[in-house]
């Protein structure tokens, strides 16, 4: 079968009042962003999206757009009972040619319609047709297949295979958010979170050179192409950090260094975060997981912030962690080796709980705000995926 479109939900919730026009019209020119040329058209009707035209690959690429709650390849009819029971046998029997099933449900729906046959009189009228015409069975419970019918101003559209969207919500309703990406497993999974609730990140990726090779940067732009797909669209910063690296070295006490990096690309970040107008800086930290990652540390760390710092993967197991990123599709990249700027010069004692004060002090024995300005002049735009 040929859909004559897909239809596509969004969840209500927290879309009343003067948020909710802002909300589809982003999540139309998401869509619209995220098909090209697979759809000719994007439509918005009645608290759904109609995507018309659709070619062979529009349903997948429509299943990464963040907003959508589930999207459907569907026929439609007139509002009509005739047209509405002719047409869902012609679904009913497709889904039937593509997986056979045995058993089925018929799920009908009203929305501002004049349509006055009530739901459950089409239920049973539709039912009755697949039943006799298909020789199939009614399950209400565990039916192989859903029949659902929604009826819209003077449309019917009907479909045998709802598929899941992602949820959340469009990016871009949020607001512009910094997020720090590493070559590694997790800060690829915490920006796709934060773009799932709406934030629109710009990425910004620190490296070693000239005493590190180019392999982190070379990662970073295949996982910013990764989350290219689904939606990320701004471009991001390539900063080069070893010689900074290489002047705290010289003064400081070596189990501090990392945190002094951290800070340094803590402090870098919200200078580019001013340039874009970012609200939030993200990281991929996890309680816990690395010596840098205890409560004392990031405390430590996070204590120069003056934007907030958002960890969406705080609380998050590494095994969950690991589990997301193969769904985000970044897994196989992270798990490439590569040369780590945080490594380089890397003490064998790193400090596993150090106080802000103490990091404060070992800053005094450099020029910190021209190692940030260094770093901000230094700082390469990349283009956007
Ligand atoms: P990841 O897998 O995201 O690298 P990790 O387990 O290796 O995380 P750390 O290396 O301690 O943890 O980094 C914690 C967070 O700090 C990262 O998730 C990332 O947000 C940020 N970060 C670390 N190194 C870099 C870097 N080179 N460039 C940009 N951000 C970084
Ligand atoms: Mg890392």
Known sequence: MTPDLLLAHYHEIGLKGRNRPRFERALRENLKRALGD????????????????????????????????????????????????????????????????????????????????????????VGDAIRLGLSKRVDLRRPDVSVRIEIVHDKAYISAAKVPGPGGLPVGTAGPVITLLSAGIDSPVSTWRMMRRGADPVAVHFHGQPFTDRSSEQKVTQLIEVLGRWGYRRPWWSVPMGEAQREITLSAPSPLRVLLYRRLMLRVA?????????????????????????????????????????????????????DEARRVGSYDISAEAHQDCCTLFEPRDPATHARAAELDEAEAGYDLPALVADCLERAEPRPPP
Do not use: C, H
């Open 270 to 322: 919200e200078g580019l975060a001013a340039r874009v107008g970012a609200l939030a800086v993200v990281t991929g930290e996890s309680l816990g997981q690395v010596a840098s990652q205890t409560l004392e540390n990031m405390a430590a760390v996070g204590a120069v912030a003056t934007l907030p710092l958002l960890r969406p993967l705080v609380g998050t197991d590494k095994v969950e962690i690991i």
């Open 38 to 125: 697979s759809a000719a058209r994007v439509r918005l009707v009645s608290g759904r999206v109609e995507i018309l035209e659709p070619k062979p690959d529009a349903l997948e690429r429509v299943t990464r757009v963040f907003g959508v709650a589930n999207v459907a390849p569907v026929l439609v009819a007139r509002a009509d009972l005739d047209a509405i029971v002719a047409t869902a046998v012609d679904v009913a029997r497709d889904a039937d040619r593509l997986t056979p099933f045995e058993t089925f449900e018929v799920r009908a729906r009203r929305a501002r319609t004049q349509f006055v046959t009530t739901s459950q009189v089409v239920n049973e009228t």
